[in-house]
């Protein structure tokens, strides 16, 4: 084995642990069925405890990578080739209606998820202070430098998403920036959705005038089957509880969009709403972070982690998509104010946006044991 643990590494044992059997899994080092290596090798080898062993197959179980069989250890339960071969010969996926999944409540002010009124005020009133009349320009049509930068590092050391500055566009709401991406890759195109999903998704790209596919939810993601004999190009998903069904997609599913995505000039419109909340002792893995072929748009919102009145969402683009987008659409104007992406910028350098993230996660943790 090969396992090496870097203690001067910011990221926790356990995780960097997790991200180098993750890779072996993915590459085939460890095939389907394959036992794994015990944990007290795995610790002995790695010079850590049992419980960083242990936290490190939580998250492959968590996952879908592994599964833990009593008193035997732990098993490889992803297929690099899981979706298109089993779905030419089977198509054993369950459907899902709207009436599967009855949809969540919307937040109120007394959700977990709320955030701190006080702490808001008081972030409000300190950017007023420092930055008295700056907050009467206009911002950049990009947005403001200090919030995309802010939103870089934060992707960096939360979601392993590395990008930069110039990659980042800033609009006021989900909706307003899938009406940039229709504008950008095209209004020709067809564009595949998840059948059921978030209904404004539907209406924008049909107001946009483009040509929709509706592919079926199976328990872990869209049907293997519809993904294959789709005519799109585009493809929207939401794979972290999509709304309103509540299916996460699985590991496998994701790679399979990803290896979907690697014919032609395909793109993945990847709508991250949410996943900040995940129970998960890891925040879930993201398409952006696992692309080899820059194909990936990713997208989320402030919406739901501080509030559905701050209409703010940001998406990253493909590096290569980034000229493209300045010449077709790099005249449009930022329509978020500038004195919202200050206090946004303020909330996550210093810190106060995460912490308020861990502590719902912590709370749902509770729920959930």
């Known amino acids: 084995m090969k396992y090496l643990i870097d203690k001067n590494n910011i990221s926790p044992a356990y995780l960097q642990l997790y991200r180098q059997l993750r890779e072996d899994i993915i590459q085939n080092v460890y095939p389907f069925g394959h036992k794994l290596p015990s944990k007290r090798l795995l610790a002995d080898e790695t010079g850590t405890s049992l419980i960083t062993v242990e936290h490190a197959y939580a998250l492959l179980c968590e996952e879908g990578y592994t599964e833990s069989r009593e008193r035997s250890g732990y098993y490889v339960c992803f ?13 054993t996926g369950t459907p899902l209606r709207h009436t599967d999944i009855s949809a969540p409540s919307l937040s109120s002010s007394s959700s977990p998820n709320h955030f701190s009124y006080p702490l808001l005020a008081r972030t409000m009133r300190k950017v007023l202070s420092d930055y008295g009349e700056a907050i009467l320009e206009k911002s950049p049509n990009e947005g403001c430098l200090v919030l995309r930068e802010e939103i870089r590092k934060y992707l960096l050391r939360s979601r392993g998403i590395s990008a930069d500055t110039s ?3 800033i609009g006021s709401g989900s909706e307003y920036l899938y009406g940039l991406i229709a ?6 195109q067809i564009y595949a959705c998840e059948s059921p999903s978030y209904h404004k998704i539907q209406q924008v790209y049909t107001a946009c005038g483009v040509t929709l596919e509706m592919l079926p939810l199976g328990i872990d993601g869209i049907e293997s089957r519809a993904l294959q004999n789709t005519n799109a190009d585009i493809l929207h998903i939401t794979p972290y509880r999509s709304f309103p069904s509540g299916v996460t997609a699985s590991a496998s599913k994701r790679h399979e969009y990803l290896r979907w995505a690697e014919k032609g000039t395909r793109y993945i419109i990847e709508d991250d709403y949410e996943s900040e909340f995940s129970v998960s002792r890891k925040a879930e893995e993201t398409l952006f972070a696992h692309t ?4 990936v748009i990713y997208m989320n919102t402030f919406s739901n982690t501080i509030s559905p009145s701050l209409r703010v969402a940001y998406m990253v683009l493909p590096a290569q998509l980034v000229s493209a987008f300045e010449e077709k659409l790099g005249f449009y104007s930022c329509t978020v104010p500038t004195f919202e992406q200050y206090v946004l910028a303020h909330l996550l350098s210093g810190g106060d946006f995460e912490r308020h993230i861990n502590r719902v996660r912590r709370q749902k943790r509770k729920g959930h044991s």
């Open 79 to 91: 297929r690099p080739g899981d979706g298109f071969a089993s779905a030419a010969e089977t198509n």
């Open 167 to 169: 990659q980042i566009i």
């Open 183 to 188: 504008s950008l890759l095209g209004r020709g």
């Open 292 to 295: 080899k072929k820059e194909n």
